[in-house]
């Protein structure tokens, strides 16, 4: 039997997304959320912050859509990754690849489907 690992998350970004490119041409797309927990009347409210990947045409999708402070849910698999750092060190990272992204400010999501609407459909083949 596979394992499961899903993640659903939703928070505002941090910052605006960084959209870079493989050597494949193939976007990527990374954010931060920040993610509030505990009680803001009871004095212990905190913050999570969960960094965030995306590839190819989400990827697009976000770095054109998202900006800081904005709302958006996010769905995806949980991944630890290792590399080393450009001093040779080993380090660890923790993000979640998304498989699907949600916006989820009224306002924000308006314009967004409004700039979609003008744009030509792409058919799927």
């Known amino acids: ?17 960084e959209v870079r490119y493989m050597n494949n041409e193939t976007a990527v797309t990374r954010f931060c959320l920040a993610i509030n927990r505990g009680s ?40 630890i990754r290792s590399y080393e750092n450009k001093k040779g060190e080993k380090r660890t990272a923790t993000e979640v690849v998304i498989d699907e992204m949600q916006m989820l400010d009224s306002k ?12 030509p459909e792409l058919v799927q083949v």
């Open 1 to 17: 039997m596979r394992g499961l690992n899903r993640s659903i998350l939703a928070g505002r970004l941090t910052a605006d997304p």
């Open 40 to 79: 803001k009347s009871k004095g212990t409210e905190t913050v999570d912050f969960i960094n965030c990947v995306a590839f190819s045409g989400l990827a697009k999708i976000c770095g054109e859509y998202l900006k800081k402070g904005k709302l958006v849910a996010v769905e995806g698999r949980l991944q």
């Open 108 to 119: 924000f999501y308006s314009a967004a489907t409004a700039a979609k609407a003008k744009e």
